[in-house]
């Protein structure tokens, strides 16, 4: 069992306190200038210090466990002089192997992922905090895996840094993606990203730097650097003015036309539809009704917002498909899962 330093307090350190001490023996915490103070580590005999005592020139590793303030802690602990190939970060094991990934910790405070899955190596980085919420989400937790026995076009409405995407694309069954990110710094990250995959990945997405919704219009707004998971267009969304410090101008088209377009090029091909959009389901799906798109999608996997899931889900139902939901009544979020219903005709049964 390797032994290593804490670096830093977390609540998530304690919730997952056996699953990591099975890993890893803690020998010293350190904490960091924004942990709280006063005792409150549960392991008996462990040394308690700041970042600033620890050994720059030691050998002992340091583990990351704090999710929400992964980013804060690596640059703290660099600035500090602390070796980069001394950090590593903890992660639940759940859907994948600790031997099936790597996450690398760059000088720059980046993290380098790379990832064994379904036969094929994929690729990305991640810097901000909602990056690595996200990479949990859908490769440690599987959130938007799904298995079919008939190849697929899926349009990925949500881009954000591309993780989806390049998931999506490793699925030898998933034949080709469309993805639309209305925010242009998330879209240059999602494309830097994309190309670090090799061409059975990279090639079959198809990258749109504007957003989807009822009409076509733009927008200005401001956009969250160290959040971009989080940035919207609808319903609650933060406009702003093109001079003020972080605005974003956005470009969005009307839902329905642009993928009505792609799949009439198409038209016997399976589609599927991921949608990630922090509120603009509730003006995308009424207008993918308007144009009769629906009728074209075999499966939806989308996150809901806002506490109106219903509202999509009795939609949706009413265009023949089957409705799964998972947000509890308390949560602002949720998981909303749409599979078609067979047309089973007489002769089959």
């Not at 990832?115 to 990305?124: E, H, L, Q, S």
């Not at 591309?162 to 993805?179: E, P, R």
């Not at 410090?245 to 329905?256: C, I, T």
């Amino acid at each position: 069992m390797e032994k290593v330093i804490l670096g830093g307090l977390s609540e998530r350190f304690f919730t997952h306190y056996n699953e990591i001490t099975k890993e890893y023996s803690i020998t010293a915490v350190a904490k960091s200038s924004s942990d709280k103070e006063g005792g409150i580590i549960g392991i008996k005999d462990c040394p308690v210090y700041s970042f600033r005592d620890i050994d720059v020139n030691g050998q002992e590793r340091i583990l990351i466990v704090s999710l929400s303030r992964i980013k804060s802690i690596i640059k703290e602990l660099l600035a500090l002089g602390i070796d980069h190939k001394r950090l590593i970060i903890w992660t639940p094991k759940r859907c994948l192997k600790e031997s099936d990934y790597s996450l690398t910790i760059n000088e720059d405070a980046t993290v380098s992922a790379i990832i064994n899955m379904d036969g094929k190596t994929v690729r990305f980085t991640l810097k901000e905090y909602s990056d690595f919420f996200i990479f949990e989400e859908i490769y440690l937790k599987n959130t938007y895996h799904f298995i079919t026995n008939k190849d697929c076009i899926l349009f990925d409405i949500g881009l954000n840094i591309g993780l989806a995407s390049i998931f999506f694309a490793s699925k030898d069954y998933v034949k080709k993606i469309y993805s639309f990110e209305p925010f242009k710094p998330s879209f240059d990250r999602a494309v830097a990203n994309i190309a670090l995959n090799d061409p059975v990945i990279k090639d079959k997405i198809n990258v749109y730097n504007y957003g989807l919704s009822d009409v076509d219009r733009r927008g200005c707004y401001t956009y969250l650097e160290g959040n971009p998971g989080i940035m919207r267009t609808e319903g609650g969304s933060n406009p702003a003015k093109i001079v003020d410090d972080h605005a974003e101008e956005a470009e969005l088209k009307e839902a329905g036309t642009e993928l009505k377009k792609i799949i009439e090029s198409d038209p016997n091909a399976e589609y599927v539809i991921k949608m990630d959009c922090e509120g603009a389901e509730y003006t995308i799906i009424p207008n993918l009704l308007k144009h009769d798109v629906l009728s074209h999608i075999r499966l939806i996997i989308m996150e809901t917002h806002d506490e109106r899931e219903d509202e999509i889900a009795d939609l949706i139902a009413g265009q023949g498909f089957t409705v799964y939901s998972d947000r509890p009544s308390s949560h602002l979020t949720g998981k909303l899962i749409a599979v078609k219903n067979a047309d089973i005709k007489e002769d089959d049964r």
